[in-house]
């Protein structure tokens, strides 16, 4: 089993679309989560972090789920800047070393 | 926010010879810098961990022979790619963080080609 598992891609939908992004992982002492932004051929960027009480950036929303060790990402009104794909990111506790899920390419068409 | 810079942001080199890359955080120390490889349509594969004043650990499947770590300093961790072939073609990067748990800053990759 992978240690950060996402939803496979590409989800493609229109301009003003809600979308949702899943995530799990496997080690449950994790603890510190984050959603990165990739775009084609550039170095991920941190789109936001994720706390336990979930949190809100514009029409970005993340939630954690520690009991299930499950992260979303909601993207409302989606606009085609927001094609991309996107990671799931958990912080290793015992080596701080950052793990990545293989990602989820999302595509927003006119 | 933090900035970790990478260079060179893309190198072509003949098969056989070395490459380096420098990775540095320019406004914060980094005891711990991270290197990175990421092939086509592929996730980021954690290549080595870099610490400053010891040597790097490097993820099973890893040649630390031919993927040479050196952080000399708290702001600056170099991978060099060591008799590099064909396969070596990638795109490599670097991140560095503020704290143990806290969220990287990348580099903005090198794209190495060998021919």
């Known amino acids: 089993r992978k240690e950060v598992e996402q939803d496979p891609g590409p989800f493609n939908v229109p301009e003003g679309a809600t979308v949702a992004f899943n995530c799990t992982y496997s080690?449950?002492?994790?603890?510190?989560f984050f959603w990165y932004r990739q775009d084609c051929r550039k170095e991920p960027k941190l789109l936001m972090s994720v706390y336990s009480s979930g949190n809100e950036d514009g029409r970005f929303t993340a939630q954690l789920n520690r009991a299930s060790q499950y992260i979303s990402l909601l993207i409302r009104d989606s606009k085609l800047s927001d094609s991309a794909t996107y990671l799931c990111?958990?912080?290793?506790?015992?080596?701080?070393?950052?793990?990545f899920g293989s990602g989820t390419r999302l595509l927003v068409r006119p | 926010g933090a900035v970790v810079s990478q260079h060179p942001s893309w190198v072509i080199c003949k098969s056989g010879t070395s490459v380096k890359i420098e990775c540095r955080s320019l406004?914060?120390?980094?005891?711990?810098m991270f290197w990175y490889r990421q092939f086509p349509k592929q996730s980021l594969m954690l290549m080595a961990t870099s610490n400053e004043g010891s040597k790097a650990t490097y993820e099973q499947g890893v040649e630390k022979d031919k993927f040479l770590i050196n952080h000399a300093s708290l702001t600056l961790s170099t991978l060099t790619v060591t008799s590099a072939h064909p396969e070596d073609s990638s795109f490599y990067i670097c991140?560095?963080?503020?704290?143990?748990?806290?969220?990287?800053?990348f580099g903005q990759g090198t794209r190495l080609t060998v021919v």
């Open positions: 990111v958990v912080n290793d506790q015992s080596s701080y070393k950052l793990i």
């Open positions: 080690n449950s002492a994790s603890q510190s």
């Open positions: 991140s560095a963080s503020r704290g143990e748990l806290a969220e990287a800053f």
């Open positions: 406004d914060f120390q980094a005891t711990t």
